[in-house]
């Protein structure tokens, strides 16, 4: 038995669930696991493994979920921590993942998108805490992850001067986003980490599940996020609709909104390029390759915007097309290229 299972079974006797069975429910791009904690009697919780010594740190989410409590919306409710050992037992809100919910029944897309939409504006309009600057510089890092491992992941080679022109024309291109007003970004905002609670009300029928990388940004961030998803597509008719119900609703200048969600989605589409290659090559994950085609195509779309006119003539001529052939020596990379 490792060191680590036995700091767990010690969290779930202290927590007083130690006659509970154990079941994996998840893991993630991160270091974190999911397990389901289920009793005699039916009670369920659920357990986060965090190890801090992987780089994890659960108390990020014990602040922002007090936070997004506080504010009048649905994360889950924190049952008992230990946040120097790295675990965390949570409500437990269940299975039916937008995602889940949409396979199986598209006639709710509307009906989910909307809630998810009137989640943002509500915590978009809720006084924010303190947190760390989701801005142009940060974004520039970001968004050059794409040159970082995908340029390198499919040609072999690094290209630092490319990098550096792409670099700075993209900070040039969005800087004029950090004069904006700030809200909390979740950064992590899609149908995977969203739950629908249709017996609850109002907001809470949205269960809110992964914002412990919480950040200031713009408010366009988390639409684009759950809007341009990188795990299924959502119709374009929902996403215009679900952009303008935003902008109604927080009177949001139309034209620059539309301009910030392009240069936003352009950043977070570049930047998911980047961590799905390096997830595949740094980490063993080669799944994360397969779902490159649709940030791919998310990329092109934001391109379009005059805006990004500059960007898209250098991403065009740097980032190769993810053809098969190149996903494919992607994955024949898998795990080869260790983190320093």
């Keep these: 038995m490792t060191d680590r299972e036995n700091l767990l079974r010690s969290f779930i006797h202290d927590a007083g669930w130690d006659d509970a069975q154990r079941m994996t429910?998840?893991?993630?791009?991160?270091?974190?696991?999911?397990?389901?904690?289920?009793?005699?009697?039916?009670t369920t919780a659920i357990?986060?493994?965090?190890?801090?010594?992987?780089?994890?740190?659960?108390?990020?989410?014990?602040?922002?979920?007090?936070?997004?409590?506080?504010?009048?919306?649905?994360?889950?409710?924190?049952?008992?921590?230990?946040?120097?050992t790295g675990f965390l037992l949570l409500e437990d809100l269940g299975d039916a993942l937008f995602a889940r919910v949409l396979e199986n029944d598209p006639s709710k897309e509307t009906r989910l998108y909307e809630a998810a939409v009137d989640v943002l504006v509500h915590l978009h309009a809720a006084p924010m805490p303190e947190l760390a600057t989701y801005d142009a510089q940060v974004m520039t890092d970001m968004a050059g992850l794409a040159y970082d491992w995908y340029l390198f992941g499919v040609?072999?080679?690094?290209?630092?001067?490319?990098?550096?022109?792409?670099?700075?024309?993209?900070?040039?291109?969005?800087?004029?986003?950090?004069?904006?007003?700030?809200?909390?970004?979740?950064?992590?905002?899609?149908?995977?980490?969203?739950?629908?609670?249709?017996?609850?009300?109002?907001?809470?029928?949205?269960?809110?599940?992964?914002?412990?990388?919480?950040?200031?940004?713009?408010?366009?961030?988390?639409?684009?996020?759950?809007?341009?998803?990188?795990?299924?597509?959502?119709?374009?008719?929902?996403?215009v609709a679900m952009v303008a119900r935003y902008v109604a609703a927080t009177k949001a200048d139309p034209a620059e909104?539309?301009?910030?969600?392009?240069?936003?989605?352009?950043?977070?589409?570049?930047?998911?390029l980047g961590v799905f290659a390096r997830l595949c090559m740094a980490h063993g994950k080669a799944h994360y390759v397969d779902l490159i085609p649709r940030v791919w195509d998310h990329i092109e779309t934001n391109l379009r915007h005059p805006a990004?006119?500059?960007?898209?003539?250098?991403?065009?001529?740097?980032?190769?097309?993810?053809?098969?052939?190149?996903?494919?020596?992607?994955?024949?990379?898998?795990?080869?290229?260790?983190?320093?």
């Excluded at 986060?48 to 010594?53: G, S, V």
Aim: charged share 25%.
């Design 25 to 42: 429910v998840a893991g993630d791009a991160s270091n974190r696991r999911y397990d389901r904690l289920t009793r005699g009697n039916g």
């Design 308 to 340: 990004l006119s500059e960007i898209s003539a250098m991403v065009h001529a740097d980032l190769p097309y993810p053809t098969p052939a190149l996903l494919k020596k992607l994955k024949l990379q898998c795990a080869t290229h260790p983190m320093p």
């Design 257 to 272: 909104f539309e301009t910030a969600y392009a240069l936003l989605g352009a950043q977070r589409n570049l930047r998911i």
């Design 47 to 84: 357990l986060m493994d965090a190890p801090a010594e992987k780089g994890e740190d659960i108390r990020p989410f014990m602040r922002i979920a007090k936070h997004l409590s506080d504010v009048g919306l649905n994360p889950p409710s924190i049952l008992y921590a230990n946040a120097k």
């Design 155 to 239: 040609t072999g080679q690094k290209d630092s001067t490319k990098t550096a022109l792409f670099k700075a024309a993209f900070h040039k291109a969005i800087l004029p986003l950090d004069s904006a007003p700030s809200v909390l970004i979740q950064r992590d905002y899609h149908a995977e980490n969203l739950l629908w609670l249709p017996d609850q009300n109002g907001l809470h029928r949205v269960g809110l599940l992964d914002f412990q990388d919480a950040m200031a940004g713009h408010a366009a961030y988390d639409l684009v996020s759950v809007l341009q998803d990188a795990r299924r597509d959502v119709p374009q008719a929902i996403e």
